[in-house]
């Protein structure tokens, strides 16, 4: 099996990354990924879209799944085989905002406990370190702002790669508010 990242907006697919998706045969991903995709998924290539992520790890040896941004960044990574990279929204997020990513550590929302998730980005901005939040449609971003001290910067990184593509920023005090379901906080740049 193969995992390729698909970059989390259209036309951040790596070099790599279209070349093993133009050569295969079978083609699993989510709706999301399938689209970024298909520009280079080849005629007569056999496209699934994944409905049951449980069952994921009994594909097809030959299969190629994508994993929009990169899969290693809560993505399908997990899955092992062969995993090539893709642009992760981490890396357009930081990128926008004049950020180096050695500053940066990564903490999951997404589907996972929002009140753990707030307490760790709590902890690790005061040691220093900018926060990649990655959330959910669900995650409340003035929850985040009012663990934190009014003066920290936030920003919300909406749709990224996408001609809608919004980023916002604003401190804890007076915090941007998402107005898309598809996006990142970084807190504390």
Same mark, same amino acid.
């Given at each position: 099996?193969?995992?390729?990242?698909?970059?989390?907006?259209?036309?951040?697919?790596?070099?790599?990354?279209?070349?093993?998706?133009?050569? /295969?045969?079978? %083609?699993?991903? =989510?709706?999301?990924?399938?689209? @970024? $995709?298909?520009?280079?998924?080849?005629? *007569?290539?056999? #496209?699934?879209?994944?409905?049951?992520?449980?069952?994921?790890?009994?594909?097809? /040896?030959?299969? %190629?799944?994508? =994993?929009?941004?990169?899969?290693? @960044? $809560?993505?399908?990574?997990?899955?092992? *085989?062969?995993? #090539?990279?893709?642009?992760?929204?981490?890396?357009?997020?930081?990128?926008?905002?004049?950020?180096?990513?050695?500053?940066?550590?990564?903490?999951?929302?997404?589907?996972?406990?929002?009140?753990?998730?707030?307490?760790?980005?709590?902890?690790?901005?005061?040691?220093?370190?900018?926060?990649?939040?990655?959330?959910?449609?669900?995650?409340?971003?003035?929850?985040?702002?009012?663990?934190?001290?009014?003066?920290?910067?936030?920003?919300?990184?909406?749709?990224?790669?996408?001609?809608?593509?919004?980023?916002?920023?604003?401190?804890?005090?007076?915090?941007?508010?998402?107005?898309?379901?598809?996006?990142?906080?970084?807190?504390?740049?």
């Amino acid at each position: 099996m193969k995992v390729v990242g698909v970059g989390c907006g259209p036309g951040m697919l790596t070099g790599e990354a279209v070349r093993v998706i133009a050569a /295969a045969s079978l %083609v699993y991903g =989510s709706a999301r990924a399938i689209a @970024l $995709a298909r520009p280079h998924i080849r005629d *007569g290539c056999a #496209v699934h879209e994944i409905d049951d992520y449980r069952a994921i790890r009994s594909l097809p /040896a030959d299969a %190629v799944v994508l =994993s929009t941004g990169d899969p290693m @960044l $809560a993505g399908l990574g997990y899955l092992g *085989g062969e995993v #090539v990279p893709g642009i992760s929204s981490m890396q357009v997020a930081f990128a926008r905002l004049g950020v180096s990513l050695v500053r940066g550590v990564v903490v999951n929302a997404h589907g996972k406990d929002h009140a753990a998730a707030i307490a760790l980005a709590v902890e690790e901005i005061g040691r220093g370190r900018v926060v990649f939040l990655i959330a959910d449609p669900a995650f409340s971003v003035p929850d985040l702002a009012a663990a934190l001290d009014g003066e920290v910067r936030i920003a919300v990184c909406e749709d990224l790669g996408y001609p809608e593509e919004r980023i916002a920023a604003g401190t804890a005090a007076v915090p941007p508010v998402p107005a898309s379901g598809l996006f990142v906080v970084v807190a504390g740049f």
